[in-house]
């Protein structure tokens, strides 16, 4: 079904219940039992939430093999959201993306209720339920990486770099804030189908971050063990990034980069209102309010990004932003009837998703 750095997925019959299942094997390599027993930890963990109000894949069992191969079974779910993407060949309207938003944000404040920090969240580590008998309904599986929230450093190496919070790169304190951010990206990613952030180096993501969504602020820079290493004062004090030339005098070598995917666009409000076409007015609002949630999601700095708890109170989770166009029967019409267009033809971009995005460290 799947296969991981440090595991593969078969889809398997439990002869005792009868239930088809995922199971998991962890490669036979060295410190396999390590990898085991810190990922039962973690489920054992996460065992204290109920399996589906917190949007947390279910563990069943685990056991090692005569031949010693270490396994889990897992509840079986449906198909993950980047295959589901990639079969339609299209990206997720706002209101496809508005259920699975809230069931995510869900799963985040469940892990934060019992200190448990995903470290991985990506479109392959999130899983359909049941896409045929409940539509857009989402699980989050894999915590093969995850980590206690007192177990997190500064200088850590975690995320897949696609999908990397820049608090990890600069070198600040680390915390829940970090799946919040690698949400915002899925989130972008499934609204254009293609990875906002596509980078190569450290330099290359810092580098993409602030043309999308602006410097960092001086404090936050100074403040980061590695901020000198990636920013540089002005005489008249501003901060900008240095140019790939002052940072390959620095560092003595030259940043690998990728093509910059939403390179078109000006700013986070340019991708979301400007992509694609609108069919109404109340598209129009709609896409106002995901862009708002977004910026709050994909604020550089953690200690301003909106939490989970906050978060599912935002108006295009609430819905509450379409109370106003429920006051007259032709909005009301309007409004069960829209259609966005986000899952038509942009005018800008070029779809495409880069392979090498999944298991990208830097």
């Known amino acids: 079904m799947g296969e991981g750095v440090y595991a593969e997925v078969y889809k ?9 299942v995922a199971l998991k094997q962890v490669k036979n390599m060295k410190r396999a039992s390590y990898f085991w027993l810190r990922e039962l930890k973690m489920m054992s963990t996460i065992g204290d939430l ?26 079986m779910l449906d198909q993950n959201v980047l ?24 799963a985040l404040e469940s892990l934060r209720s019992v200190g448990v920090i995903h470290t991985d969240i990506k479109l392959d580590n999130i899983m359909f339920v049941d ?3 409940k539509p857009f309904k989402v699980k989050l599986i894999d915590f093969g990486v995850a980590k206690f929230k007192k177990e997190m450093h500064i200088g850590d190496s975690i995320q897949p770099i696609a999908y990397r919070a ?4 600069l070198g600040l304190p680390l915390s829940e804030a970090v799946d919040m951010w690698g949400l915002g990206c899925c989130l972008l990613e499934c ?15 810092l580098q993409q971050i602030t043309k999308l969504l602006g410097v960092p602020d001086a404090g936050l820079i100074t403040r980061a063990k590695e901020g000198t290493g990636f920013f540089v004062q002005e ?13 390959r005098d ?17 700013d986070l409000e340019d991708v979301i209102l400007n992509t694609f076409e609108f069919s109404s007015g109340i598209e129009h609002e709609d896409r106002k309010v995901f862009l708002d949630l977004l910026k709050k999601m994909l604020e550089v700095d953690p200690d301003k990004r909106i939490t989970p708890a906050e978060a599912l109170l935002h108006p295009f989770i609430t819905m509450s932003h379409f109370l106003p166009a429920l006051a007259n029967v032709e909005n009301s019409e309007q409004l069960l009837d829209y259609k966005p267009k986000s899952s038509g033809t942009s005018r800008r971009l070029t779809w495409f998703i880069p392979t090498l995005r999944n298991n990208k460290f830097h």
């Open 235 to 247: 005489k008249s004090g501003e901060w900008r990034l240095k140019s790939i030339f002052e940072y």
């Open 12 to 20: 398997a019959l439990n002869k005792r219940t009868g239930e088809i």
């Open 250 to 266: 620095s560092k003595g070598n030259v940043p690998e980069m990728e093509k910059n995917t939403l390179e078109f666009a000006s």
């Open 191 to 205: 609204f254009l189908k293609c990875l906002p952030f596509n980078v190569a180096s450290p330099y290359d993501h």
């Open 50 to 75: 109920d399996a589906d109000s917190s949007n947390c894949i279910r563990l069943n069992n685990c056991f090692r093999s005569a031949d010693g191969d270490h396994f889990m079974e897992f509840e």
């Open 166 to 169: 820049p608090e990890v790169t």
């Open 83 to 106: 295959q589901f993407m990639e079969k339609r060949d299209a990206p997720f309207s706002l209101k496809e993306l508005r259920p699975m938003a809230k069931g995510l944000l869900v």
């Open 131 to 133: 896409q045929e008998a």
